[in-house]
């Protein structure tokens, strides 16, 4: 299984960002979809998730109303939806697919910058 982001870079304070995540060698569906995110000199920590055969979200409080998670199954790609973005929000941002049972699978990361 390979994810693979895409989509990240440089945008002003205020402004919106949609990151991409693409999945190969298996089905999406099976799959809880998961973004994180790590700053420099942090940890990694979990940014939003979807459920696997599930529209369910789940959130980190400081993007709530901000971002947005969604998946195309049909795809094999779920997305990160980034409004009203903040310096804080600058990291490198990863995508990772999860399910019982299995590994879990990340991509390399794609970077976000939140600057004027």
């Known amino acids: 299984v390979h994810v693979v982001e895409s989509g990240g870079g440089l945008v002003q304070p205020g402004g919106s960002l949609s990151v991409s995540c693409v999945v190969s060698?298996?089905?999406?569906?099976?799959?809880?979809m998961s973004w994180y995110r790590q700053a420099s000199g942090q940890e990694r920590e979990l940014v939003a998730q979807i459920f696997s055969y599930s529209t369910i979200t789940k959130y980190q409080e400081s993007v709530k109303g901000r971002f947005t998670i969604s998946r195309d199954d049909d795809k094999n790609t779920a997305y990160l939806q980034m409004n009203r973005l903040k310096p804080e929000d600058t990291a490198v941002y990863y995508c990772?697919?999860?399910?019982?049972?299995?590994?879990?699978?990340w991509g390399q990361g794609t970077q976000v910058t939140v600057s004027s």
């Open positions: 060698g298996s089905t999406i569906r099976w799959y809880t």
């Open positions: 990772a697919a999860s399910r019982p049972g299995d590994p879990t699978y």
